[in-house]
């Protein structure tokens, strides 16, 4: 089955599998597993691994910036939707978070007034900025100009008057690109990273934004949303984002936001999921694109059906399967010792929710 993509540049490539058996496997591996760590695993192990003092590399930062300006014009929306978007956030999961490495914005901050970022804020920004930029993509690709020198000015002045920390706390693309970053294996033990994930305001619209506009995304390619045609694009990617979020706070009112880190093995296992195809199909038209070569043909090698369809359920369920993990050790610091077990019940089902719900938009997109 071939899905178009709502932004406009390029196809996913998907051949579903038999559903009714993978949501069966999946529901099975999600309790096995919430049974055996249940059983086995009585005692929180993960203790937090704060990340280490992020290093200047303000010369590449200057280079990135040097090099805007010769991106060709039609090569634009390959470099934002695909080399950035999908790009950077597959590249924090396996090296840690790349945007705030490469991130030209902030070396505003370097002139900075260093006023004190509110700490009611929290990620709210980032969220707002993430859903904005998700309307752009899924619903609105013309406004793209309009939305990078939007950003780019807001980066530049949140940097001149709150320094560095705005971009830590308040940049969508930043924040996503640290918080998927915990996940890195080359940087330690990603389950010691994710419980060392501050919960801050705003945490989980991050976490809503970024599962529930990919979910849109899904849904969007569905003979279902396209019967209900009447219904503006971004009130469904809004549904969409206020579902998952509605989920978390229904299952997890009684830990708050604590539990929101766990579910970025959950976002990083949808990213990898639902943007395989087009990030080896299309990103090697958008690296011809930069180098001016507009008649480039892709190479599909990568992107066949049976690849494609088993990329999707591994990374969905290797995903999930980390997230328990990650969500049991830490229940076992915020529960009671009498409700250690059932206590995660709520999770566990919001879980298989999410499990179930996202393999059956990849294969019915």
């Known amino acids: 089955m071939t899905a178009v993509l709502a932004h406009g540049v390029g196809e996913r490539h998907d051949l579903p599998l038999p559903l009714d058996l993978v949501l069966q496997g999946a529901a099975v591996a999600l309790l096995a597993s919430f049974l055996a760590l249940g ?49 950077v956030a597959v590249a924090s999961v396996l090296f840690g978070p790349v945007w705030r490495v490469v991130n030209p914005l902030r070396l505003a901050a370097r002139w900075s007034l260093s006023r004190p970022y509110p700490e009611r804020l929290g990620h709210w920004p980032a969220a707002a900025g993430l859903l904005v930029f998700t309307w752009v993509e899924l619903v609105e690709p013309g406004a793209l100009p309009w939305f990078l020198v939007g950003y780019a000015v807001l980066g530049v002045a949140g940097g001149v008057v709150f320094g560095p920390v705005w971009f830590e706390r308040a940049d969508g693309f930043e924040v996503y690109s640290t918080l998927l970053g915990a996940l890195s294996p080359v940087r330690g033990n990603p389950f010691r990273a994710l419980a060392a994930v501050p919960v801050r305001p705003g945490l989980v619209a991050v976490a809503a934004v970024c599962l529930g506009s990919t979910a849109f995304d899904s849904i969007g390619s569905t003979p279902a949303w396209a019967r209900l045609s009447p219904v503006p694009q971004w009130v469904g990617l809004v549904a969409a984002v206020g579902l998952v979020a509605g989920g978390y706070l229904l299952a997890c009112r009684a830990f708050g936001g604590a539990l929101a880190p766990t579910l970025l093995p959950i976002i990083a296992g949808y990213v990898v999921a639902h943007y395989y195809s087009l990030l080896v199909v299309e990103g090697q038209r958008a690296v011809a694109l930069l180098l001016g070569r507009t008649d480039h043909v892709p190479d599909t090698t990568l992107a066949g059906p049976v690849t494609v369809a088993c990329v999707q359920v591994v990374a969905v369920l290797a995903g999930h399967l980390v997230a328990v993990v990650a969500a049991h050790d830490r229940s076992l610091r915020l529960l009671p010792p009498e409700r250690h077990l059932t206590g995660q019940v709520p999770l566990l089902l919001l879980m298989v929710g999410y499990t179930a719900g996202g393999l059956a938009l990849l294969f019915a997109g």
């Open 39 to 87: 059983v086995l695993w009585r005692q929180p192990r993960f203790t937090p691994r704060p990340a280490g003092p992020p290093r200047e590399w303000w010369p590449l930062r200057v280079l990135v910036l040097l090099a805007l300006p010769f991106v060709p014009a039609n090569a634009w929306p390959h470099l934002v939707f695909v080399l950035f978007w999908v790009g």
